[in-house]
């Protein structure tokens, strides 16, 4: 049985190599270098024992993308104006792919160790980085002054730039930060408050101080930026109003209800008799009875607590290029919270079932005024920067 399940492991064994080495072959086959060299690197670097016959494949496939690599890179260096970006990428696949036969090393196959043949790209790498962040820097620096979409393309090359050569010139932040503010749509946010005598405790306060700073970091306009306070070296092409108009604080009220309920319920067992007052039998001399039912009550009390705050308002988007303005978009930031509870007396088998996910719960402290005020303030400012992020400017 030992030697059964031992063969039986070593057949699997076999069948999993095979299958692994036969995707890698018909990858090599099909001309995806590549996807045949990362499948042999994946079952290598798993175990170089078991999966030793991908070795012979790795050398195959790492040849034959090296050669394919290079002759396009000589075919690219041909072109008028030769792709930079390509060459340079070419190159640093060629390294990295050399990079992980690297860490492999040393491979063997059938007892013999396999040699790869590594190229040092160095020299190579940093000309072709050399050459693609001149073409980079030389096609993005004459954009940022023209149109404000000259300036936003500049910017995309720029971050390309400094992706791809982080330290090849020292002012190169200071020219993404130009493209960017020339690229941009400046928009200064105002804020209208005609409710400022009814939010005067600290909570609302501390909210209201800067509910017109508005992060426009998550918006899916990038090129949108928004001021709450005015920088005289930029031209703001667009001003957002937002108007506090309308606050409504109804305080915490106590409502309740008394339910009464009535319910049959079996409360044993009565025998029937016969005339004689003899208990009846059934056809099989099991004695007769019928489920004993008595009327019982019960007085449940509803309680509900409710508390609100709504501050109304709206948000106003204006061209101050053209001195117009968009329809009123109407906000509304609410806090409000209920709390249902119940009580009883009598019966609880007469209760309806209905009723007892609130006689589960109890009365509630809610929250103070300013803590409600605040939640509505800060549900409001949720909803205006929401619409604020749709604007397509």
Known sequence: MKKITILVSIISLLLISCSGTKKTQKAISSGNYDEAFNIAVKKLTKDKSKYEKQVPLLKDAFTKAANRDLAEIAKLKKQKPANLKSIYNKYMSLDVRQDEIILLEPLSFEGNQVQFSVTDYTKDIADAKKKYSDKLYNTAQPLIYGSKLDARKSHGILEELQYVNPNYRSDLSTLIATAKKRGSDFVFVKLHNSVADKLKDSASQSILQSFAK?????????????????????????????????????????????????????????????????VMKDAEGNDIKKPKMEKVKAEVTLFQQTKTTTLEGKVVMKNLKTNTSSNPNPVKGEAKLENLYATYKGEPKAIDQKYFEALKNKSKTFPSDGEFNKFALQTFKVKVEQFLAKQKL
């Open 214 to 278: 508005i992060r426009s970091g998550d918006f899916a306009n990038k090129w949108i930026v928004l001021h709450d306070k005015k920088d005289y070296s930029v031209v703001y092409n667009y001003q957002a109003d937002i108007y506090l108009d309308k606050f409504t604080a109804i305080p915490e009220k106590l409502n309740s209800q008394k339910v009464n309920q009535e319910k049959e319920v079996q409360t044993g067992w009565i025998y029937q008799k016969d005339a004689n007052g003899n």
